[in-house]
């Protein structure tokens, strides 16, 4: 039986750690939003490329970002989504293109999620993440699945 499960929380809450689990746990695809708009930051749609918008710092809209989860969900025998829907535009879509056997909350306290977020890193070259105190890389400032460097924020804050 292959399981269809979201995970939903604030930054930091941990659903990136916990998405990984179950999605070994039930050897399913474990689906991001960010590495779908990564993997697929090429694909023509009719708004554009996500490319274009992520090498502009920007947000991708909600109609790319929906047409390239909707790509990584059909093209999986079972999930883990993590990072996606971030509002009720995305939530309603994701409701009329799959259906859902659980959906996971969780629930962190803000100053646990402050402290997390405040030690998060993120390499430049391939996304991977890193915590100051919890995941260190083996060399301070170094990404070592890639050897990028790393930043502190995954997108630029709203303008």
Do not use: W
């Not at 689906?31 to 274009?52: F, I």
């Not at 859902?100 to 998060?120: F, K, S």
């Amino acid at each position: 039986m292959s399981h269809r499960i979201l995970l939903l929380g604030a930054p930091g809450a941990g659903k990136g750690t916990q998405s990984a689990k179950l999605a070994d746990e039930y050897g399913v695809e474990h689906v991001t939003t960010g590495d779908a708009l990564r993997a697929n930051k090429e694909m023509e749609t009719e708004y554009g490329t996500p490319k274009s918008f992520m090498d502009a710092g920007e947000l991708v809209p909600d109609p790319v970002v929906n047409e390239i989860v909707e790509a990584a969900l059909n093209d999986a025998d079972g999930f883990v989504l993590d990072g996606y829907p971030r509002n009720l535009d995305q939530a309603e879509y994701l409701s009329e293109i799959t259906d859902l056997d659980a959906v996971i909350l969780l629930d962190v306290d803000e100053e646990v999620l402050v402290d997390r977020l405040a030690g998060r890193r993120v390499c430049d070259g391939c996304g991977a993440n890193y915590h100051v105190d919890f995941q260190p890389p083996e060399e301070p400032g170094v990404c070592d699945e890639c050897g990028g460097e790393h930043r502190t924020r995954r997108r630029p804050l709203p303008r």
